[in-house]
């Protein structure tokens, strides 16, 4: 077997520290920027392993003298843990415990952006943990919220916006009786359009096609005496959202939001005004946006989403023919 680059430069580190001509200090920063150069653009899982054990190497040689390298070799190496696809909570665990025991230190000595980023990163993890009852989603909520007091839409508008994002989806998967399910439903909602007031389509348009789209699916799943109401919101909100995003630059974000756009075009009356005459022509819009929705998805091999869209299509074809 071909040894891969990745292999050739965790072997390569591992032995410059073992070298003399580098002081503790350089070794361990040499190690620690190699970790972070892998767990930027993976190609492989493997990729993320040898992050690992470069960060491993480093926590190794920081002794007493460099705590705040220390936690920074334990705040990268939960990070590229959290990275690794596992079917199982064990890797999520370990980032947990790594990021808990790294932030006390960072809090201590590191600037703010770098403790509200390990913040941030908990808050993910926690919200990973929670389907294996390892973790409550209100404590991945306060998380985001410590971020978010460094990251502010004014000085980090990407980061607020992804924390918002984050924070808005954890209420939505908040379970409990329908009083409390509507109120974090509302709170979803309200998270959404809050970001939206800072983030614009010019200055910052990914994260406002990526908040658009969340606001359209938090309106169209909205119990609510108003259903229509709701579903014509989740369409506008998604129509902002194909302002940035399209079948060239961005594939899969585009069948995404198609294929979203078609879910509420599926219950929406032709006529609002008139609901009683039925929606014959959503139903053709609906079908024609699954129809390419599927095409991206399974052209990219994303099989799992190709499926729940041919599901779709069936449906919307079964109920086309019924209204015709």
């Known amino acids: 077997m071909i040894p891969s680059i990745t292999d050739s430069t965790v072997k390569a580190a591992l032995a410059a520290i073992a070298s003399e001509s580098a002081t503790t200090q350089e070794k361990i920063q040499m190690l620690i920027e190699l970790a972070q150069g892998l767990q930027k653009k993976p190609k492989t899982a493997q990729d993320l392993w040898n992050a690992v054990e470069l960060y491993q190497q480093a926590n190794k040689i920081c002794d007493a003298d460099y705590p705040l390298w220390k936690a920074r070799s334990q705040a990268g190496m939960a990070g590229a843990l959290r990275s690794i696809p596992d079917v199982g909570a064990e890797l999520l665990v370990q980032a947990k415990a790594g990021y808990e025991e790294a932030l006390p230190v960072l809090q201590q000595l590191a600037v703010p952006a770098e403790v509200a980023e390990a913040q941030m990163n908990l808050g993910l993890v926690l919200q990973s943990l929670v389907p294996f009852s390892l973790a409550k989603i209100t404590d991945s909520i306060a998380a985001y919220h410590e971020a978010m007091r460094v990251f502010t839409s004014q000085d980090y508008p990407q980061e607020y916006a992804i924390l918002s994002n984050n924070i808005a989806i954890a209420y939505l998967s908040m379970s409990g009786g329908s009083e409390q399910q509507n109120l974090c439903e509302g709170l979803a909602v309200q998270t959404f359009e809050a970001a939206l007031q800072q983030i614009n389509l010019i200055n910052h348009p990914r994260e406002y096609a990526m908040l658009q789209n969340n606001l359209g699916n938090a309106l169209q799943y909205l119990p609510s005496s108003h259903p229509v109401e709701n579903n014509l919101q989740a369409i506008a909100a998604y129509n902002e959202a194909l302002k940035v995003r399209n079948s060239q630059d961005t594939p899969l974000e585009y069948a995404n939001t198609i294929a979203n756009k078609a879910n509420a075009l599926f219950n929406l009356p032709d006529d609002p005004e008139k609901p009683e005459l039925g929606n014959p022509q959503n139903l053709l819009q609906a079908r024609n946006y699954y129809q390419e929705a599927w ?20 449906e919307v074809t079964a109920e086309i023919r019924v209204s015709i």
């Open 295 to 314: 095409e991206i998805f399974s052209q990219h091999q994303q099989t799992e989403q190709a499926a729940a869209v041919a599901q779709a299509l069936q």
